[in-house]
T-cell receptor, first 113, second 113 residues
């Protein structure tokens, strides 16, 4: 099993629909992150969480919300999806030491039509 | 806040030739620096990282990178590329005491036979 699992892998949804992307990790790390990737823009941080009770906005949080259900689970929701939220979404986890890199999931490709 | 610039959007290199990918960062102190690789349809995999000490760091898959403080650069190199090195490469910077990474826009590498 992968260290960081994202579901679904691909999703097509309609404008205005609510959608949830899920992420679970088996690394035992406290810190979890949601990024979106757009061509030519790299990865941009949406939300991050240091533990179940500590959730923080990233640089592009508008239109998104998150839930940290447990140390191992971190979900991203689009309350009312819009076409410019079409992107590749990555979940990542990291231990408490800042000198460690992220472990990424395989991504969720979301298309909003 | 820290930021990363990858000046080259796309590089084409012949199999067996050398490869160098450029990365420039902006940060007031010594940062944590990372290179990640993303193969088609995959998540991001950590190639190497720099925190302190020797400015030439070795990574996986035969890659190395050199930290040059005077030039605010962390360029990635490989002496002889293989067709399997075709991928997108991301440079990332983290600030000490912070737990978020900022990513560059990425460089796509094409390997021709």
């Amino acid at each position: 099993d992968a260290d960081v699992t994202q579901t679904p892998r691909n999703r097509i949804t309609k404008t205005g629909k609510r959608i949830m992307l899920e992420c679970s990790q088996t690394k035992g790390h406290d810190r979890m992150y949601w990024y979106r990737q757009d061509p030519g823009l790299g990865l941009r941080l949406i939300y991050y969480s240091f533990d179940v009770k500590d959730i923080n906005k990233g640089e592009i949080s508008d239109g998104y919300s998150v839930s940290r259900q447990a140390q191992a689970k971190f979900s991203l929701s689009l309350e009312s999806a819009i076409p410019n939220q079409t992107a590749l979404y990555f979940c990542a986890t990291r231990p408490g030491r800042a000198d460690y890199g992220y472990t990424f999931g395989s991504g969720t490709r979301l298309t909003v039509v | 806040a820290q930021s990363v610039t990858q000046p080259d959007i796309h590089i084409t290199v012949s199999e067996g030739a050398s490869l160098e990918l450029r990365c420039n960062y902006s940060y007031g102190a010594t940062p944590y620096l990372f290179w990640y690789v993303q193969s088609p349809g995959q998540g991001l995999q950590l190639l190497l990282k720099y925190f302190s000490g020797d400015t030439l760091v070795q990574g996986i898959k035969g890659f190395e990178a050199e930290f040059k403080r005077s030039q605010s650069s962390f360029n990635l190199r490989k002496p002889s590329v293989h067709w399997s090195d075709a991928a997108e490469y991301f440079c990332a910077v983290g600030a000490r005491g912070d737990y978020k990474l900022s990513f560059g826009a990425g460089t796509t590498v094409t390997v021709r036979a």
